[in-house]
């Protein structure tokens, strides 16, 4: 049970029913502020974990997810309660650390494919390679960082790849990859020759990846 002691103010301000949703915004700000000073005046760990749990509850409510991961995060380090770490980790399910699409750069020599993230990676001399496993017709290159982007390098024209993003790829805003990512039949082709296979021109070759190059003196149908 939360203890009132130094969160009293932030939940009866949460326990006034708004009138619509210009009060709730209003409410909900004035109980983040006052939980974030109970935070600052609390005496001991447990008043601090009680002050940002409230803060991150409130912050969730108010959609700010980055504040709300931290404060909760915070709240957990200072005493772990199960209802907590599971509201932590759903929260972070939706809205932590994670990965957001992927895409291709085969319009040149030395493809490469791209993973985008929800937050940024860590620097360059962070080694990637125990969280990026790839398996092809022949082995990538290097990984290359840089900011919410990383890059497996070096693959080839027309091979087929699967790639798996481990758990455990880490990040700047002390969370890691919770789930694990995967890509597969991932087939670098130049966007050139992809424009030429929706207009049905080299299909043969598209299809069987025997050539990337289409004749000049090929036939329009």
């Known amino acids: 049970m939360m203890r009132q002691a130094g969160c009293g103010l932030p939940v009866r301000i949460l326990q006034i029913k708004p009138r619509d949703d210009r009060e709730k915004a209003l409410l909900l700000d004035r109980a983040s502020t006052a939980a974030y000073i109970a ?16 803060l991150g509850r409130t912050l969730a409510d108010r959609q700010q997810w980055r504040g709300a991961l ?13 209802e ?20 291709v750069d085969s319009d040149s020599i030395s493809p490469r ?9 860590p620097g ?10 790839v398996a092809g017709y022949g082995p990538a290159g290097d990984h290359r960082q840089s900011e919410k982007q990383l890059c497996v390098e070096g693959l ?25 990512g995967r890509v597969h039949d991932l087939r670098a082709r ?16 598209y299809r069987a990846s025997a050539a ?3 004749s000049a003196s090929t036939p329009r149908r």
Do not use: I
């Open 124 to 133: 360059r001399r962070t080694d990637f390679s125990p969280f990026v496993a």
């Open 84 to 103: 907590l770490r599971g509201q932590y980790e759903k929260l972070r399910a939706e809205h932590g650390f994670r990965l957001l699409d992927y895409t």
């Open 190 to 205: 130049p966007q050139a020759l992809r424009a030429l296979f929706r207009q049905g021109l080299c299909a043969a070759a």
């Open 70 to 82: 931290d404060a909760l995060r915070l709240s957990l380090e200072l005493r772990e309660t199960a």
């Open 212 to 214: 990337f190059r289409c």
């Open 39 to 54: 935070y600052q005046r609390a005496g001991d760990r447990n008043l601090e974990a009680d002050s940002l749990s409230v």
């Open 156 to 180: 080839k024209h027309g091979e087929r790849y699967s790639m798996t993003l481990r758990a455990g790829l880490p990040s700047v805003v002390k969370e890691t990859l919770a789930k694990v």
């Open 113 to 121: 494919a791209c993973f985008q993230f929800s937050e940024e990676l």
